[in-house]
């Protein structure tokens, strides 16, 4: 009896022990967090990400994660024994997409406060929920809506930025074109000599190059060290400037005639014009020797008032001058080149 005693409480100590290793933890986080998550085997337990699951028998657990918005995930997660295991799942969002137009194209789109580019916009990969968007063109009253996305379908939105007449539109006008929609759009009043008069500042603020420009230039004059040029314009026709050369002791004034072909954003253009370029002469003092400029260029123009342009020259001798003027300014810079190039900004008036 005595005997028997120790043996029984050697083995209830040994169950014990082993009820005790049989026991593990783990820890489920998601991307993003406060997902649902819930076990088939316990479905009267639900917890949020991340969340830990404590004192579980070592067995493989089929788990379900779910969460607004999101496409759900079903999968296996293993609890061993005496160990905490740690599990991570990034979620999916539901998509559906959306397609903007306008009329005319090119309209700034902005969905959530975001630039996402310019009409059209076609199937653009959206999140399920709400969402802000606005559509805006030049001088035109901005378009402001909110839609919602609720499955995986293509929305179209549309606005006509040109069309203010209000009998075609009445209060349950669908903004969504393909299918009906529960959010809706009115269209601003503006009269018809409004519009026009919009149009037609629209189409001028394209063209155009101000009526009195200054600039300045960097550059080559075909001699040693990098040149400079600046002055003004008249309507980019005409234009007066002084140059200087540091490096090479030259100082010049110049008259150039332009003409431009303006593409609205871009010009191009041709000059003709003359420089008189004044050097030291060392003995002879300072030296002065006449160019004919012909040459060209293009512009970036953002707007009439600011211009990136570059251009070309080519440096033709006049033969009017004395021909000593000419050999000496050979001779003083044995490495001149009559084909230079210049870079620009201009801001007009």
Not at 76 to 88: F, G, I, K, N, R
Not at 119 to 128: E, F, L, M
Not at 327 to 337: I, L, N, R, V
Request: hydrophobic share 35%.
């Amino acid at each position: 009896m005595h005997k028997s005693k120790p043996l029984f409480l050697a083995f209830l100590f040994i169950i014990f022990n082993l009820s005790a290793q049989e026991k593990g933890s783990f820890v489920i986080s998601t991307t993003p967090q406060n997902a649902t998550i819930s076990l088939e085997e316990f479905p009267d337990i639900q917890k949020n990400s991340p969340a830990q699951f404590i004192d579980y028998k070592p067995l493989k657990y089929k788990v379900k994660i779910s969460k607004n918005n999101y496409h759900d995930v079903y999968t296996l997660v293993t609890c061993y024994a005496d160990s905490t295991m740690e599990y991570h799942f990034d979620l999916t969002p539901k998509t559906g997409s959306v397609s903007i137009q306008s009329n005319p194209d090119k309209a700034i789109v902005y969905l959530d406060n975001q630039l996402i580019g310019y009409t059209p916009v076609n199937n653009y990969p959206i999140s399920w929920g709400n969402h802000q968007i606005r559509i805006a063109y030049n001088d035109y009253e901005d378009y402001n809506n909110t839609f919602v996305i609720n499955e995986d379908t293509t929305y179209t939105i549309t606005h006509d930025f040109t069309d203010f007449n209000l009998d075609n539109y009445g209060d349950d006008k669908p903004l969504v074109a393909d299918k009906p929609d529960p959010f809706y759009f009115e269209k601003p009043y503006v009269q018809e000599t409004n519009n026009d008069v919009n149009k037609e500042k629209n189409d001028k603020a394209k063209f155009g190059f101000g009526s009195v420009g200054m600039f300045a230039m960097l550059g080559s004059n075909g001699a040693k060290g990098t040149a400079w040029r600046y002055g003004a314009d008249i309507g980019h026709f005409l234009r007066l400037y002084g140059e200087s050369n540091t490096q090479s002791n030259i100082t010049g004034f110049g008259l150039d005639f332009i003409a431009p072909a303006d593409f609205g954003g871009v010009a191009i253009y041709g000059k003709v014009g003359g420089m008189a370029r004044t050097y030291d002469g060392g003995y002879n003092g300072d030296i002065v020797t006449t160019f004919l400029i012909i040459g060209g260029g293009i512009s970036i123009k953002p707007s009439p008032h600011f211009q990136v342009f570059g251009e070309f020259d080519i440096n033709i001798y006049d033969q009017e001058q004395h021909p000593d003027d000419i050999q000496a300014w050979k001779d003083q810079f044995p490495g001149y080149s009559p084909v230079t190039g210049w870079l620009g900004m201009r801001v007009a008036f």
